[in-house]
């Protein structure tokens, strides 16, 4: 072989040797990162449905990354925001991340996450509601709102508990969809509703945009490593309503109390890591009765 035959050989088997060498590196960090004796991963869903929100399933979990440390997801998708009754005219979607810390030989879990939701609601005031808010005409927008958030859980052999609260803060405003008017066409300018919100007065796609909170807290008697009862309370209401496109500012009349439920609930839990809940009991804010059913599955 000449001299040169030898330079050509000598190159290539370097270059596969730099080529082998860097996917046997890409294998050992995706080997590494999918090994769940490292990195244990657990995913729960959730067939979720209530008086208010409609259907809402959901998907959340963790990715183990210390002992007490994961990485948190949670993924939730509201099909009709509709208050009493469902008209599938408002669907929602929420994407959150953050982390999922444990403490007291994992008892309590403490997960702060921040999110996005996609929709209308936040920031056309999308959805119909019972009381006359919200326009059901409206754009649908991706990243509309910012979503922080914090849930707690405690579980023993004997008692369980979950604190969850969240910020829904519109960071878009929009009108209607395209060829109809928006806001700016309102006629009630200088009214008693200058967003065209009512029902009876509003222009097609008026709008205006609005901030929520929404927090709930149970805590329940583990009867047996089946059975637990408990008492719920949770409450959704406005902190914010402005009006885009006619002067801006605020609408101090919007801030209100969409729902305060307080009521027992009854879960059974089975093997396999599924268990149903059902809550039901009173909306001390609109005189009514109100109920939530949730059935989970986590791998």
Request: proline share 3%; with cysteine; hydrophobic share 35%.
């Given at each position: 072989?000449?001299?040169?035959?030898?330079?050509?050989?000598?190159?290539?088997?370097?270059?596969?040797?730099?080529?082998?060498?860097?996917?046997?590196?890409?294998?050992?960090?995706?080997?590494?990162?999918?090994?769940?004796?490292?990195?244990?991963?657990?995913?729960?869903?959730?067939?979720?449905?209530?008086?208010?929100?409609?259907?809402?399933?959901?998907?959340?979990?963790?990715?183990?990354?210390?002992?007490?440390?994961?990485?948190?997801?949670?993924?939730?998708?509201?099909?009709?925001?509709?208050?009493?009754?469902?008209?599938?005219?408002?669907?929602?979607?929420?994407?959150?991340?953050?982390?999922n810390l444990t403490f007291l030989d994992k008892r309590l879990s403490i997960t702060p996450m921040i999110g996005f939701v996609h929709?209308?609601?936040?920031?056309?005031?999308?959805?119909?509601?019972?009381?006359?808010?919200?326009?059901?005409?409206?754009?649908?927008?991706?990243?509309?709102?910012?979503?922080?958030?914090?849930?707690?859980?405690?579980?023993?052999?004997?008692?369980?508990?979950?604190?969850?609260?969240?910020?829904?803060?519109?960071?878009?405003?929009?009108?209607?969809?395209?060829?109809?008017?928006?806001?700016?066409?309102?006629?009630?300018?200088?009214?008693?509703?200058?967003?065209?919100?009512?029902?009876?007065?509003?222009?097609?796609?008026?709008?205006?945009?609005?901030?929520?909170?929404h927090y709930w807290a149970n805590v329940g008697y583990r009867a047996n490593s089946m059975f637990s009862l408990g008492v719920h309370y949770e409450q959704l209401l406005s902190t914010?309503?402005?009006?885009?496109?006619?002067?801006?500012?605020?609408?101090?009349?919007?801030?209100?109390?969409?729902?305060?439920?307080?009521?027992?609930?009854?879960?059974?839990?089975?093997?396999?890591?599924?268990?149903?809940?059902?809550?039901?009991?009173?909306?001390?804010?609109?005189?009514?009765?109100?109920?939530?059913?949730?059935?989970?599955?986590?791998?």
């Amino acid at each position: 072989m000449r001299r040169g035959q030898w330079g050509v050989a000598a190159v290539a088997a370097a270059v596969l040797l730099c080529v082998s060498g860097g996917q046997s590196a890409r294998a050992g960090v995706t080997d590494d990162l999918m090994d769940t004796t490292k990195h244990p991963v657990s995913v729960t869903m959730a067939m979720q449905a209530d008086s208010f929100f409609g259907f809402n399933p959901a998907i959340y979990g963790t990715y183990g990354l210390t002992d007490n440390v994961a990485l948190a997801f949670n993924v939730t998708y509201w099909t009709a925001i509709s208050g009493i009754g469902v008209h599938n005219n408002n669907p929602w979607l929420e994407t959150d991340m953050g982390l999922n810390l444990t403490f007291l030989d994992k008892r309590l879990s403490i997960t702060p996450m921040i999110g996005f939701v996609h929709g209308q609601l936040l920031s056309s005031r999308g959805g119909f509601f019972s009381n006359g808010d919200g326009a059901t005409n409206e754009r649908t927008t991706a990243f509309e709102g910012i979503v922080p958030s914090l849930t707690m859980n405690y579980v023993d052999d004997r008692f369980e508990g979950e604190f969850y609260m969240g910020y829904y803060k519109a960071i878009r405003e929009e009108g209607g969809k395209a060829g109809q008017p928006g806001a700016s066409h309102c006629t009630q300018v200088g009214s008693n509703d200058p967003n065209c919100l009512l029902t009876a007065s509003r222009g097609v796609g008026g709008r205006g945009s609005w901030d929520f909170l929404h927090y709930w807290a149970n805590v329940g008697y583990r009867a047996n490593s089946m059975f637990s009862l408990g008492v719920h309370y949770e409450q959704l209401l406005s902190t914010r309503a402005s009006a885009t496109g006619l002067g801006g500012g605020s609408l101090p009349g919007y801030q209100q109390d969409y729902y305060r439920w307080i009521g027992p609930y009854v879960e059974m839990k089975l093997a396999g890591g599924m268990a149903f809940r059902f809550t039901a009991g009173k909306d001390m804010g609109n005189n009514e009765d109100f109920y939530k059913l949730k059935f989970t599955k986590t791998f």
